[in-house]
């Protein structure tokens, strides 16, 4: 599968902003689907993540209430929607996508074979 993100920008503090992942492929609804950030010099951290079947939701603890991650099966999406942001979720967004993973490594980056190219959102203070 091969996964393109859009919808990074730059957004004030309080503001929101919504982005989104297509998915190229015939089984996306097979994928489990998840959002990771990063910022220079730091690993890759999650953000959310969306089971392929049921549409189960997990949320780092850091975004729980803020974020919400969810997929439209027929588009080939996945979106998330962020509100209440921060200075400090500011980041390059990768969306990812495995069909393996087990619901113990859903927050782990090194569990999902297919990454998209990344988008930028940065929140100014």
């Known amino acids: 599968v091969q996964l393109q993100a859009f919808g990074g920008g730059v957004v004030q503090a309080g503001g929101s902003l919504a982005l989104s992942c297509a998915a190229s492929?015939?089984?996306?609804?097979?994928?489990?689907m998840a959002w990771f950030r990063q910022v220079p010099g730091k690993e890759r951290k999650f953000v959310a993540a969306?089971?392929?079947?049921?549409?189960?939701?997990y949320y780092a603890d850091s975004v729980k209430g803020r974020f919400t991650i969810s997929r439209d099966n027929v588009k080939k999406n996945v979106y998330l929607q962020m509100n209440s942001l921060k200075p400090e979720d500011t980041a390059v967004y990768y969306c990812?996508?495995?069909?393996?993973?087990?619901?113990?490594?859903?927050?782990?980056?090194?569990?999902?074979?297919?990454w998209g190219q990344g988008t930028q959102v940065t929140v100014s203070s």
């Open positions: 969306i089971r392929g079947t049921g549409g189960i939701t």
């Open positions: 990812a996508a495995d069909r393996g993973v087990i619901l113990s490594a859903l927050a782990t980056a090194t569990a999902y074979d297919y």
């Open positions: 492929g015939r089984t996306f609804s097979s994928y489990h």
